[in-house]
């Protein structure tokens, strides 16, 4: 592994220490569109590609000119953030089976 891999790794791990801190495990994606169920809550011990492993979604979609900055980031579940894609958090665009 490359020192500029470790260095982007640990970074990350810093970013979502700080966003867990920040907003809790909750996918900030799923409590907009009012889920019921319990699914907003996201279970860090899982790791991708679960899809409902944590993962950092931007709020300012980065094909918009998002910054990667904490204030432009919140925790998703991994299959969230897929079915978002570069949408706004409002526009209906998400499907998900309830159970």
């Not at 640990?10 to 889920?35: F, M, N, S, T």
């Not at 590609?49 to 709020?59: C, G, L, Q, S």
């Amino acid at each position: 592994m490359s020192r500029k891999h470790d260095t982007k790794t640990a970074a990350k791990r810093a970013q979502r220490a700080v966003l867990l801190r920040l907003y809790g495990p909750w996918c900030w994606i799923c409590r907009e569109k009012g889920v019921r169920g319990g699914l907003a809550r996201i279970d860090t011990t899982l790791t991708w590609p679960h899809p409902m492993a944590f993962t950092r979604d931007h709020v300012i979609p980065r094909s918009e000119g998002g910054a990667n900055a904490v204030s432009n980031l919140r925790p998703a579940h991994s299959c969230c953030n897929a079915a978002r894609g570069g949408h706004d958090v409002d526009t209906p665009w998400r499907t998900r089976k309830q159970n």
